[in-house]
């Protein structure tokens, strides 16, 4: 699960990621979510997911933006870990009420 993905892997597997971008050795994504509360609720739902994983996102939240940065520490750059949390971290903003712009 934690090879280095290639070039071509990342972009496929982003064309079903609406919302995200590649920036390096990262997938990035804003998430506007309707309030300050719902924020923190896409924060906590990541966090339960983050932890059941063992692969955490590096997160800034500013009102009701929360801006998400992932990469694999471990591997220096991107794996299928990174895909799979960035579609976590989708379908977490979708249930409440969030929209996702890179
Ligand atoms: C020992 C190592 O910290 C753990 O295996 C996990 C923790 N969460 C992690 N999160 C991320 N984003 N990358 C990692 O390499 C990573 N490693």
Same mark, same amino acid.
């Given at each position: 699960? @934690?090879?280095?993905?290639? %070039?071509?892997?990342?972009? !496929?597997?982003?064309?079903?990621?609406? #919302?995200?971008?590649?920036? #390096?050795?990262?997938?990035?994504?804003?998430?506007?979510?309707? %309030?300050?509360?719902?924020?923190?609720?896409?924060?906590?739902?990541?966090?339960?997911?983050?932890?059941?994983?063992?692969?955490?996102?590096?997160?800034?939240?500013?009102?009701?933006? !929360? @801006?998400?940065?992932?990469? !694999?520490? %471990?591997?220096?750059?991107? !794996?299928?870990?990174?895909?799979?949390?960035?579609?976590?971290? @989708?379908?977490?903003?979708?249930?409440? #009420?969030?929209?996702?712009?890179?």
């Amino acid at each position: 699960m @934690s090879r280095l993905l290639s %070039d071509d892997e990342v972009s !496929t597997q982003l064309r079903e990621l609406p #919302g995200w971008r590649r920036e #390096g050795d990262a997938l990035v994504a804003t998430v506007e979510a309707p %309030d300050f509360p719902a924020a923190i609720r896409i924060v906590d739902a990541v966090a339960d997911e983050a932890e059941q994983m063992n692969h955490h996102p590096d997160i800034d939240i500013r009102w009701r933006t !929360t @801006s998400w940065l992932l990469t !694999t520490h %471990d591997a220096g750059g991107l !794996t299928q870990l990174d895909i799979e949390l960035a579609h976590r971290i @989708s379908a977490a903003a979708r249930t409440h #009420g969030a929209t996702l712009g890179a």
